[in-house]
């Protein structure tokens, strides 16, 4: 008779996106972990509140490697996934867990793990697939490989894979008719004594690695700038003053900064802007005047104050939704008088623009997100500000693998003007 299995939980270890508290509010169960170079990417939780870490490592062996996926409970030792069947003689071959091990013909072995985006809606939508990525020699062997799968229901979970002469080898549980496990990884299968019941499958293809070219991302020049921040356009002195470095803000708010990006790039810069002192209408901190309120489908702040810079105050809405049909900020402008029945008027109109007549709109419509992948009205988040007379948007893409990472605009009567572009020096996969 099969074992009870204990449940468990994703946990919500840290926040790699920061956004504005409103934002925060409605991102609670969104995860965003810290890839480094275990490969760890993922904690989890059973009920009595032991925390689980996924981990990737590697091993060299003559001019064979093997990598590894396992482990780790709390603060003890990791443990790494048994062998499959005829592969003994990894046994007693040390794990490099920091993902670099060298051959005995001199080449470096590297490993690299991530996470694709986790999102805070749909059917395990925090929990995100995992992949690792290999090079040999500067050259890649393997590129995003999904070693466990998300969602919902994941289906696939390596157990090793294997890098010979002239080959490779993966080996995957086959978790198929098992449902019960599949939604679990293997730590737990192996907690509650249920790995016997996952057979392991291995697949071999042929590798060349000497008809592969070097790849340019891993020359030790590329490697130095990932995790900073590159301004593509706009005046350099003006935008370098928004990028800070990460260490200056591990102890600061969420809400004082904005970490860009794809989601397992580890930032070593941030965007900030509030060191400038700036004027910020929308009270993110739950006080005063522009402070959210929730409605159906998002929240919502109203805030009155010269927008366009040219000394005539307008009212400014901004509706903040954290969902799959609307994931991102939008703003209603009106100058002149606006009551409580025309708040009310948008708020019965799920602050749709084609219901809202007579105000003048700004989304992720009109910027460069929209123009370059289409569908980012609803989809693009901002952070709104006033610094020397002048309003401006911080414009950052929902998916956070968009280029260009961030974009920051200057608003005034004609519409949104480019004042610096902002790229993520992302991880290289």
Sequence with gaps: ?????PPYNYHVAASNFCRPLSETAMRRSIFSGVVSVLGIVRSFHPAQADEYRQVVGVQCSGNGATIRFGWSNNEDPVRFNPLP???????????????????????EVVARAG????????MGGDNPPEFFSLWIGGKKIVSRQIYKDGGASPKLFLSAVFVGTGSITSCRYDVKGKDDLAVMPPAIWYEAK??????????????????????????????????????ADGDRTFCRQFIRPTAEYRAISAASYFNIGAPSTVSKEVLA?????????????????????????????VAQFDLFGDG????????????HYFDGERFFIREGQVDHKD?????????????????????GGATLYERKYHNSARYTHFALFRLGGKTYLLARPTNQELT????????DRSGLSTTCTFQMNDENY
């Design 85 to 107: 069947s005829g592969f003994d003689r990894w046994l007693d071959v040390p794990i490099a867990q920091t993902g670099h091990c060298r051959l005995s013909n001199g080449q």
């Design 194 to 231: 249920r790995a016997a019941d996952v057979p392991t499958r291995c697949e071999t293809r042929k590798l060349d690695v000497s008809m592969l070219r070097a790849d340019p991302k891993e020359a030790p020049a590329e490697r130095a700038t990932v995790g900073t921040i590159s301004v």
């Design 273 to 301: 802007f509030l060191q400038l002192h700036p004027d910020v209408p929308f009270a993110d901190d739950g006080v005063g005047p522009g402070t959210s309120i929730m409605v159906e489908g998002g929240m919502y702040a």
């Design 404 to 411: 260009p990472s961030a974009i920051l605009y200057r608003v």
């Design 115 to 122: 996470t694709d985006q986790p999102f805070a809606y749909g």
């Design 343 to 363: 708040i009310a008027a948008l708020i019965a109109a799920n602050f749709e623009p084609d219901d809202a007549k007579g105000w003048r709109i700004i989304d």
């Design 1 to 5: 008779m099969n074992k009870a299995l």
């Design 312 to 323: 005539h105050p307008a009212i400014v809405i901004r509706f903040s939704g954290d969902n």
